[in-house]
């Protein structure tokens, strides 16, 4: 069993940044590659970001390059995306996810686990 808490959502203004934190417990957490999905209001659930523990494996989604950056701590197995620049079509919930495997993927079905999501507002 993997749990994933995130956490660091809230409203900024557009041009703003934020940085989010996904605190990842469990007795295998290193076997998970991790990533970031974001849903907002009536559309699917998409593929922010992806990496795993060692950070060699890194993607990151045409919406968000540039301007978000998926990281990873080993030591305190917790993963963060920095946010900047942000647009209000960056609002959505955001979720945590992990899937077995040193690689992740763009795919939600193959996640195993999922947080509780944090919501993310950005105004005009």
């Known amino acids: 069993q993997v749990q994933l808490v995130e956490s660091g959502g809230g409203l900024v203004q557009a041009g703003g940044s934020l940085r989010l934190s996904c605190a990842a417990s469990?007795?295998?957490?290193?076997?998970?590659?991790m990533a970031w999905f974001r849903q907002a209001p009536g559309k699917e659930r998409e593929f922010v970001a992806g990496i795993n523990w060692s950070e060699d494996i890194i993607y990151h989604s045409n919406s968000g390059k540039g301007r978000f950056t998926i990281s990873a701590d080993n030591a305190k197995n917790t993963v963060y995306l920095q946010m900047n620049s942000l647009k209000p079509e960056d609002t959505a919930v955001y979720y945590c996810?992990?899937?077995?495997?040193?690689?992740?993927?763009?795919?939600?079905?193959?996640?195993?686990?999922w947080g509780q999501g944090t919501q993310v507002t950005v105004s005009s």
């Open positions: 996810a992990a899937k077995s495997g040193s690689w992740p993927t763009s795919t939600t079905r193959y996640y195993d686990y």
């Open positions: 469990g007795r295998t957490v290193d076997n998970y590659a």
